[in-house]
């Protein structure tokens, strides 16, 4: 689970794209840490960067299929 010490640089949102989920292999639409559904596993990535393809992030038999979920999103000054 992400963690976090400074509550003050954080903002809640309810925006739709937390609710989206990826498959292995997408490009991510945000940059920030995306969080495996089935098994809790976390990764950070940039904006356009491939999230882990599905030979790169395994599971157990029968721990459910791999699906990615923005958690943070991190956003960028313009």
């Known amino acids: 689970m992400a963690q976090y010490k400074h509550g003050n640089f954080l903002h809640k949102s309810d925006h739709s794209e937390y609710d989206k989920k990826y498959s292995p292999g997408t490009e991510a639409p945000n940059p920030g840490i995306y969080r ?11 904006k356009g960067h491939v999230l882990p393809p599905q030979n790169h992030h395994q599971h ?16 960028q000054r313009k």
């Open 36 to 46: 495996c559904v089935s098994c809790g596993d976390e990764i950070g990535i940039a």
């Open 60 to 75: 157990a038999p029968g721990a459910g299929k791999i699906e990615w979920q923005l958690v943070v999103f991190a956003q």
